[in-house]
């Protein structure tokens, strides 16, 4: 079972890719079954990315089953209200951002019970790949090579 702790109003964890960050917030609902952030009412089991609903910001059902898997896996889709904040890069790099942020937070709730499942499925690996630096007299790109004279 889950620890109570004192005055903990929410899980907190930050997911990586590319250029893109994202910060993750799990937040613990109340009696009332939602929370109030920044003026929305956000109830147990919605999502906010950028203070906007999720399906605004990844609408397509094949995202949906990406962000919502950590979720599914550990069986906590409707038991908190989440608001995620992202920046940088682009909407593939934010969307894996947003799940390596969500399994790092739902780590945090009940490490022994949660940790394996998610380990299992590889969401706590970091996905490492980013841009190749720009090169000095490349032409402005990575690796190109800039073009020789014909004769």
């Not at 079954?33 to 399906?55: H, M, R, T, Y």
């Amino acid at each position: 079972m889950v620890k109570k702790t004192k005055d903990l109003k929410y899980y907190e964890a930050i997911g990586r890719r590319k250029e893109a960050v994202a910060r993750v917030r799990l937040y613990i609902v109340g009696k009332d079954k939602s929370i109030s952030f920044d003026g929305k009412k956000v109830k147990a089991g919605e999502i906010l990315v950028n203070k906007k609903p999720i399906d605004n910001e990844f609408p397509s059902p094949a995202e949906k089953k990406v962000y919502l898997a950590p979720l599914k896996l550990t069986q906590n889709e409707n038991r908190f209200a989440i608001v995620i904040l992202t920046k940088g890069g682009g909407r593939s790099g934010q969307l894996d951002a947003v799940v390596h942020g969500l399994s790092r937070a739902i780590e945090k709730v009940d490490k022994e019970a949660y940790r394996p499942i998610l380990k299992k499925q590889g969401l706590f690996t970091r996905d490492a790949r980013t841009r190749e630096r720009r090169k000095v007299g490349t032409g402005g790109k990575a690796r190109r090579a800039k073009q020789s004279p014909k004769r």
